[in-house]
T-cell receptor, first 113, second 111 residues
Framework: GAGVSQSPRYKVAKRGQDVALRCDPI?????LFWYQQALGQGPEFLTY????????KSGLPSDRFFAERPEGSVSTLKIQRTQQEDSAVYLC???????????FGSGTRLTVV | TQLLEQSPQFLSIQEGENLTVYCNSS?????LQWYRQEPGEGPVLLVT?????EVKKLKRLTFQFGDARKDSSLHITAAQPGDTGLYLC???????????FGSGTQLTVLP
């Protein structure tokens, strides 16, 4: 596609519920990144894929967070047993060459109530 | 952990004024990127600087990478209301696997 597509745009989850956030990167982009952005803050790194391989997951805040990219294109970020502190905007970005920077999606705003 | 500090955090100016936003770190980055983010949208890449001392211009925006590749600045000349947004700097430590973002500068340009 022309840009990075994320769905849903908004998600309200009850505390304890599992959620799945989808990212459809730019076609042909090898690298895919997930970031978490709290209100009024810069994005914070969660995890990185090169094709289907998850090469860095050092930013995932707990074992409740899980990401996958099984065929090297679409990626899903799953959060199990959501907590209020998980409320944030989750941004996906893709890149073909890191020197050219990332193309971000519009994000999914997750609110845990 | 590499940190990037941006200043000022908030900036409100009148149309036509000039401004500078700073991005500082104690760590060296192989490259540094500047993004602009509008409400409800993801950050949009403005520029990538790679070489120490490098200066890049994008219309009324001038970006500079410090000689030691630890800091950067963004200067806007004759700001316009359309420049309003959250400006983010992001450093690549060299792994190409993740960026470290600053906390951002929220710029408001009043007509």
């Amino acid at each position: 596609g022309a840009g990075v597509s994320q769905s849903p745009r908004y998600k309200v989850a009850k505390r304890g519920q599992d959620v799945a956030l989808r990212c459809d990167p730019i076609s042909g982009h090898v690298s895919l990144f997930w970031y978490q952005q709290a209100l009024g803050q810069g994005p914070e790194f969660l995890t990185y894929f090169q094709n289907e391989a998850q090469l860095d997951k050092s930013g995932l805040p707990s074992d409740r967070f899980f990401a996958e990219r099984p065929e090297g294109s679409v990626s899903t970020l799953k959060i199990q047993r959501t907590q209020q502190e998980d409320s944030a905007v989750y941004l996906c970005a893709s890149s073909s060459r890191h020197l050219w920077g990332y193309t971000f999606g519009s994000g999914t705003r997750l609110t845990v109530v | 952990t590499q940190l990037l500090e941006q200043s000022p955090q908030f900036l409100s100016i009148q149309e036509g004024e000039n401004l500078t936003v700073y991005c500082n770190s104690s760590s060296v980055f192989s490259s540094l990127q500047w993004y602009r983010q509008e409400p409800g949208e993801g950050p949009v890449l403005l520029v990538t600087v790679v070489t120490g001392g490098e200066v890049k211009k994008l219309k009324r925006l001038t970006f500079q990478f410090g000689d030691a590749r630890k800091d950067s600045s963004l200067h806007i000349t004759a700001a316009q209301p359309g420049d309003t947004g959250l400006y983010l700097c992001a450093g690549d430590p060299g792994s190409a696997r993740q960026l470290t973002f600053g906390s951002g500068t929220q710029l408001t340009v009043l007509p």
